[in-house]
């Protein structure tokens, strides 16, 4: 973690030389202002990782800066300097919300050490945060399951390409897991202890787009109220993850080629750009090399994104790892049924587990085990408990179902058609549209079984 831009508050031209001289000469980007309110202009109009203000000049003094700033932007780095320094001086400073107070007249040494300080506990809250974000989301590193040697393959790709900068383009159909690889490039770096920050190309509109991968500054258009941070500045020292690269318009092409280029931000509406140090690993779903041919992805663009592409195989070309797979989603879904010891699949499910041709690949199989494990009627999985599509390959003969069966939410036996419908609702926390989905209804026909089963 370093602090790039610093933004330097003394009314001497003396020390706002000195100091822009002593941040420049080791890699920071440094901004002089004599006094407060041409300060706070300043950070109306840009973002800066640090301000160095002095505490006695003209009109409004470092202290109420630093107070004015605490409100506006909290999360902002603030060191205060003065040449009266006194215990009582540092103290307030300290109280206002200074991380650290410097004494004139100082060594440069002295501004570097403080700095290198700031910069330490900015990097382990921004760890921090990254660990409380992942144990969110539940991540676990071990969860790319695949013994298979195309998995294999994909897996000694990661371990040798993980410790570098280089960019990574992976390719494979939607639920290969791509997101999954990324990561694991991420955790298997260097920068593992920084942010590893996604961003979905796809979901973004186009005209967003710009804003929240560079950021913009408070006047930029008309919703810009305040200065806002991009995402690529926010995964500044870790890694950038632009998922469904393909979907990126043509316009933001040209700025995402310069930002690889450059390693460097321009927020929307600013007139200046900063250095960021971020590790970009894309995906995609499409083929990319096939839209360069047809103009609508730029091959510039291409190539630099392609310096090791990885392609991650679909779920039909390792049928080996479905077993596997299928043991490993079990295992995180089963606490939802606490009632049901020891949840196994039969043989029979097995097999058509084993058989099926997963358009959806990974993630048809995660949601297939979840809504097993949700209507499965005790804790073996069997081949009934699976949907119609994986049931066998198309055309087979369907399984006789049981008397008392009731898939799908259809009544053959109404105690236990209401049954299997209130288990669903009660796996999705009342979520109809989510409990549909499990029990593979349309939204219209729950309604109507819950309301003929009298579970309204």
């Given at each position: 973690?370093?602090?790039?831009?610093?933004?330097?508050?003394?009314?001497?031209?003396?020390?706002?030389?000195?100091?822009?001289?002593?941040?420049?000469?080791?890699?920071?980007?440094?901004?002089?202002?004599?006094?407060?309110?041409?300060?706070?202009?300043?950070?109306?109009?840009?973002?800066?990782?640090?301000?160095?203000?002095?505490?006695?000049?003209?009109?409004?003094?470092?202290?109420?800066?630093?107070?004015?700033?605490?409100?506006?932007?909290?999360?902002?780095?603030?060191?205060?300097?003065?040449?009266?320094?006194?215990?009582?001086?540092?103290?307030?400073?300290?109280?206002?919300?200074?991380?650290?107070?410097?004494?004139?007249?100082?060594?440069?040494?002295?501004?570097?050490?403080?700095?290198?300080?700031?910069?330490?506990?900015?990097?382990?809250?921004?760890?921090?945060?990254?660990?409380?974000?992942?144990?969110?989301?539940?991540?676990?590193?071990?969860?790319?399951?695949?013994?298979?040697?195309?998995?294999?393959?994909?897996?000694?790709?990661?371990?040798?390409?993980?410790?570098?900068?280089?960019?990574?383009?992976?390719?494979?159909?939607?639920?290969?897991?791509?997101?999954?690889?990324?990561?694991?490039?991420?955790?298997?770096?260097?920068?593992?202890?920084?942010?590893?920050?996604?961003?979905?190309?796809?979901?973004?509109?186009?005209?967003?787009?710009?804003?929240?991968?560079?950021?913009?500054?408070?006047?930029?258009?008309?919703?810009?109220?305040?200065?806002?941070?991009?995402?690529?500045?926010?995964?500044?020292?870790?890694?950038?993850?632009?998922?469904?690269?393909?979907?990126?318009?043509?316009?933001?092409?040209?700025?995402?080629?310069?930002?690889?280029?450059?390693?460097?931000?321009?927020?929307?509406?600013?007139?200046?750009?900063?250095?960021?140090?971020?590790?970009?690993?894309?995906?995609?779903?499409?083929?990319?090399?096939?839209?360069?041919?047809?103009?609508?992805?730029?091959?510039?663009?291409?190539?630099?994104?392609?310096?090791?592409?990885?392609?991650?195989?679909?779920?039909?070309?390792?049928?080996?790892?479905?077993?596997?797979?299928?043991?490993?989603?079990?295992?995180?879904?089963?606490?939802?049924?606490?009632?049901?010891?020891?949840?196994?699949?039969?043989?029979?499910?097995?097999?058509?587990?084993?058989?099926?041709?997963?358009?959806?690949?990974?993630?048809?199989?995660?949601?297939?085990?979840?809504?097993?494990?949700?209507?499965?009627?005790?804790?073996?999985?069997?081949?009934?408990?699976?949907?119609?599509?994986?049931?066998?390959?198309?055309?087979?003969?369907?399984?006789?179902?049981?008397?008392?069966?009731?898939?799908?939410?259809?009544?053959?036996?109404?105690?236990?058609?209401?049954?299997?419908?209130?288990?669903?609702?009660?796996?999705?926390?009342?979520?109809?549209?989510?409990?549909?989905?499990?029990?593979?209804?349309?939204?219209?026909?729950l309604l109507y079984k819950i309301k003929d089963y009298g579970l309204g």
């Amino acid at each position: 973690m370093t602090f790039r831009s610093v933004l330097v508050v003394d009314d001497e031209p003396s020390m706002r030389h000195l100091l822009s001289v002593i941040l420049t000469d080791h890699g920071r980007e440094a901004r002089a202002v004599a006094t407060a309110a041409d300060a706070l202009r300043e950070l109306e109009l840009r973002e800066y990782d640090l301000v160095l203000t002095d505490v006695r000049m003209p009109g409004m003094d470092g202290l109420a800066l630093l107070r004015e700033i605490q409100r506006r932007e909290p999360e902002l780095t603030v060191i205060v300097m003065s040449a009266y320094g006194s215990h009582d001086a540092a103290l307030e400073a300290m109280k206002a919300g200074a991380y650290d107070f410097l004494s004139k007249p100082f060594k440069p040494d002295e501004v570097l050490l403080v700095l290198g300080k700031a910069e330490e506990r900015e990097r382990l809250a921004r760890e921090n945060r990254r660990l409380r974000t992942e144990l969110a989301a539940e991540y676990r590193p071990e969860a790319i399951v695949g013994a298979s040697e195309a998995m294999q393959g994909v897996l000694r790709q990661v371990a040798k390409v993980a410790p570098q900068k280089t960019t990574v383009l992976l390719e494979g159909e939607s639920g290969t897991g791509k997101e999954l690889v990324a990561r694991a490039l991420h955790e298997r770096s260097p920068r593992a202890a920084l942010p590893f920050v996604a961003v979905n190309c796809g979901a973004i509109p186009g005209e967003l787009l710009e804003s929240e991968l560079f950021g913009h500054v408070r006047g930029a258009f008309t919703d810009a109220t305040r200065n806002k941070k991009g995402l690529a500045a926010e995964a500044d020292g870790g890694t950038l993850f632009l998922d469904e690269i393909g979907e990126l318009p043509l316009h933001l092409q040209v700025k995402l080629l310069r930002f690889l280029q450059e390693e460097e931000v321009r927020p929307v509406g600013d007139t200046r750009a900063r250095k960021v140090d971020v590790r970009v690993v894309a995906a995609t779903a499409r083929d990319l090399a096939r839209a360069v041919a047809e103009g609508r992805f730029r091959e510039d663009l291409y190539w630099r994104l392609n310096v090791v592409g990885v392609r991650l195989p679909p779920l039909r070309e390792r049928p080996e790892d479905v077993p596997a797979l299928a043991a490993h989603f079990l295992a995180r879904y089963a606490p939802l049924r606490p009632e049901l010891v020891g949840m196994s699949f039969s043989p029979e499910a097995e097999a058509a587990l084993r058989s099926h041709r997963w358009p959806g690949n990974v993630r048809e199989l995660e949601h297939v085990v979840e809504r097993a494990v949700v209507l499965a009627e005790g804790a073996i999985i069997g081949e009934e408990d699976l949907p119609d599509a994986v049931r066998g390959p198309p055309g087979s003969a369907r399984p006789a179902a049981r008397p008392d069966d009731t898939h799908n939410g259809k009544r053959a036996n109404p105690a236990r058609g209401g049954q299997r419908i209130r288990a669903a609702l009660e796996r999705t926390g009342g979520n109809r549209t989510r409990a549909a989905e499990l029990l593979e209804l349309s939204y219209r026909a729950l309604l109507y079984k819950i309301k003929d089963y009298g579970l309204g």
